[in-house]
Nanobody, 121 residues
Framework: EVQLVESGGGLVQPGGSLRLSCAAS????????MSWVRQAPGKGLEWVSA????????YYAESMKGRFTASRDNAKNTLYLQMNSLESEDTAVYYC??????????????WGQGTQVTVSS
């Protein structure tokens, strides 16, 4: 079965950095685009970033642009999100999600369980 397992979350001070990972299994990882989506406390889902099947094309929400970098290692079936210059507003549960197409359609058929990121001094 398809599994997406996020890791790398934790507590970080404002201005700090974290690198999230998403280990994928149960499907042909390099046939699909992937996204990161987050949910802040009491808020709805917010799209963060997307990456094409081979990593050649990446997309970011405006507030993340220049701070966050999505990447993937298809040989390891792993998706990454490098987060720099973190702000308190970045506090959220971060999910990886499998897109239905090779390039981002922003439609997801599988989600991970999420990893908590807390930005606080």
């Amino acid at each position: 079965e398809v599994q997406l397992v996020e890791s790398g979350g934790g507590l970080v001070q404002p201005g700090g950095s974290l690198r999230l990972s998403c280990a994928a299994s149960g499907f042909t990882f390099d046939d699909y685009a992937m996204s990161w989506v987050r949910q802040a406390p009491g808020k709805g889902l917010e799209w963060v970033s997307a990456i094409s099947w081979n990593g050649d094309m990446t997309y970011y929400a405006e507030s993340m642009k220049g701070r966050f970098t999505a990447s993937r290692d298809n040989a390891k079936n792993t998706l990454y999100l490098q987060m720099n210059s973190l702000e308190s507003e970045d506090t959220a549960v971060y999910y990886c999600a499998k897109d239905v197409l090779r390039v981002p359609r922003y439609e997801y058929d599988y989600w991970g369980q999420g990893t908590q990121v807390t930005v606080s001094s």
